[in-house]
């Protein structure tokens, strides 16, 4: 009988496919930013996340961004390799030339290369000096399609130069990276596969048609099928028309974008690629130790862990004496850390917390910079309601204390592609309370984890229902004041929620090794990604069967 069941196991092994381990391919990631060097926003933590996370792995992933004038340069070492590009192309001829040198790090985990524009009379494509004010852009805006282009250019030769397996493009700032290595392709260069990453589909890098005509590219690519976009052309549909692969950082948005709600008009092109088994979602990671409840750190004294909660009650009532609210520990305190902008919900959200200021015993910290207009509510809401509303500008220390010590987390994001901050209160048994989109939806468990709400919409159009939408948070913020009076119900959810591995390592172990896989062997002509990792555990399943 276990000869019979061992052949048996033999052949179906033969039939399904040759087992083959995961791949470890060498990768290369094309960003504008990364946390310890240059950061404007989340696309910079997203980026060193995953190639820390690739290298911890034996993943070898290498890193390329633009030299910007103003960032941490302390280990860049210089060098002299010199990559020169033809722009404003007429009459068959280029007129000018901008010449890039490629230098890199030496003291990292891993790899880093710039590419630096050496500016003779023009002005440097990446002085992002501000002479004093927030350094948080890529240089001076009014050429910054040129600035991306001749980048783009520069790094598609250095990736034709290279060794490289599998290149990561993330946003619109790299999306004609994808253009000139299909160009490359079809002149039989050897070329390695292209994903690019979407990490939020409205930054769409949108120029005049002029800049495509400057650029060399207008009769091979300005068309439909390529990046012309409504008379203009557009860097990130370059990147989704001309690349292997697509993901997006939550499989929520993968569906998203395909629908116009939230395609931001290229929901076509992503139907069209989903459809081809090209789209899929991974979510984004955090770094575990960073946000360890269990570590000492600079204003974070107070400890604990699954097993102990104490400290973080304590830190609660500190966080409470400081900022001048009632030292008790029956009342929940709920902090909500964002940008100030529309996208994060900002037009129900505060309306919400006002009726939970007024009707609830809630106490609310709320920590950001933005628009004005949501600056001046909230300072009207903290004048209304001074004993339980505390509104200040954003600091990351702050950030870090109320992650660890608030009872609750809140994001009513419109959308929200992936989010991270729900993924640091998980981290600190700080229960999030969501909107339902997004990567919200993928991270957060309704009654497990968290607390999720919907947004609304109006039945004839795709605009929000904004009461509606106030009165769906609210109800999920009185739900939060239940469960914080259910005190054995409130710590079942807060054990479950420490015990959530939301790491970079566990996101690269269980999604980034079998997708690389996936995409070396072609696997999106012949079925979803899904569906390969479905046939690889199957595979491994008799391969176990037949050694036994």
């Known amino acids: 009988m276990k000869r019979m069941l061992k052949n048996i196991s033999a052949i179906l092994l033969v039939t399904l496919f040759t087992f083959v381990a995961w791949a470890n391919p060498k990768v290369l990631m094309v960003t504008p930013e990364q946390s310890h060097i240059f950061q404007t926003g989340g696309l910079a933590h997203a980026s060193t996340g995953l190639a820390e996370g690739l290298n911890h792995e034996n993943i070898k992933t290498d890193v390329l961004m633009p030299y910007f004038l103003e960032m941490n340069t302390k280990t860049i070492q210089e060098g002299n390799r010199k990559f020169s590009v033809e722009l404003d192309w007429r009459n068959g001829e280029s007129h000018k030339t901008s010449d890039f040198t490629l230098h890199r790090n030496t003291g990292e985990p891993y790899t880093t290369f710039f590419l630096r524009h050496e500016a003779n009379v023009e002005i440097n494509y990446f002085n992002n000096n501000r002479y004093g004010k927030s350094k948080k852009f890529y240089g001076p805006e009014s050429i910054s399609g040129e600035s991306f282009a001749a980048f783009a250019k520069a790094a598609a030769d250095f990736i034709l130069s290279s060794n490289y397996d599998i290149v990561i493009l993330n946003d619109w700032t790299t999306g004609l990276i994808a253009t000139h290595l299909k160009d490359?392709?079809?002149r039989n260069q050897k070329v390695p596969k292209v994903i690019f990453a979407i990490h939020n589909i409205e930054y769409q890098g949108v120029y005049p048609k002029s800049l495509s005509n400057f650029l060399g590219l207008t009769e091979r690519h300005y068309n439909i099928q390529g990046f012309e976009y409504w008379g203009k052309m557009s860097f990130i549909k370059a990147g989704l028309k001309h690349s292997d692969m697509i993901y997006t950082v939550s499989p929520q948005y993968a569906e998203e974008v395909t629908t116009p709600r939230f395609g931001a008009g290229l929901n076509g092109i992503a139907f069209e690629k989903k459809a081809q088994n090209r789209v899929i979602g991974i979510m984004n990671g955090i770094n575990n130790e960073e946000w360890d409840p269990s570590i000492k750190r600079k204003n974070l004294e107070e400890t604990f862990s699954v097993s102990d909660m104490s400290g973080k009650e304590k830190g609660k009532l500190a966080l409470q004496k400081d900022v001048g609210f009632e030292i008790n520990t029956k009342i929940p305190l709920s902090v909500l850390t964002s940008r100030l902008a529309e996208q994060k919900g900002l037009d129900w959200l505060i309306d919400a917390v006002w009726m939970a200021a007024e009707q609830i015993n809630s106490q609310w910290i709320i920590i950001g910079n933005g628009d004005e207009i949501y600056v001046n509510k909230l300072?009207?809401?903290?004048?209304?309601?001074?004993?339980?509303?505390?509104?200040?500008?954003?600091?990351?220390?702050?950030?870090?204390?109320?992650?660890?010590?608030?009872?609750?987390?809140?994001?009513?994001?419109?959308?929200?592609?992936?989010?991270?901050?729900?993924?640091f209160a998980l981290r600190n048994?700080?229960?999030?309370?969501?909107?339902?989109?997004?990567?919200?939806?993928?991270?957060?468990?309704?009654?497990?984890?968290?607390?999720?709400?919907?947004?609304?919409?109006?039945?004839?159009?795709?605009?929000?229902?904004?009461?509606?939408?106030?009165?769906?948070?609210?109800?999920?913020i009185k739900s939060a004041v239940r469960l914080f009076e259910n005190k054995s119900k409130m710590d079942e959810m807060r054990k479950q929620a420490m015990l959530e591995n939301n790491s970079w390592i566990a996101r690269v172990q269980n999604e980034f090794r079998p997708f690389f896989d996936f995409v070396l062997n072609s696997g999106y002509d012949k079925m979803s990604f899904s569906q390969w990792k479905e046939s690889k555990s199957v595979e491994r399943s008799c391969k176990i069967l037949i050694s036994r």
Do not use: C, W
Not at 404 to 416: H, K, L, S, T
């Open 429 to 476: 048994a700080t229960l999030p309370i969501v909107s339902r989109v997004g990567g919200l939806l993928n991270s957060v468990k309704q009654d497990q984890t968290g607390l999720l709400f919907d947004i609304v919409y109006k039945q004839t159009s795709n605009d929000v229902d904004k009461d509606a939408t106030r009165e769906s948070a609210f109800t999920a």
């Open 184 to 186: 490359a392709k079809e």
């Open 379 to 423: 300072k009207e809401l903290e004048k209304k309601h001074p004993s339980k509303v505390r509104y200040m500008d954003f600091s990351e220390a702050m950030e870090k204390r109320l992650i660890r010590y608030a009872d609750f987390f809140v994001n009513g994001a419109r959308f929200e592609p992936m989010g991270l901050n729900q993924m």
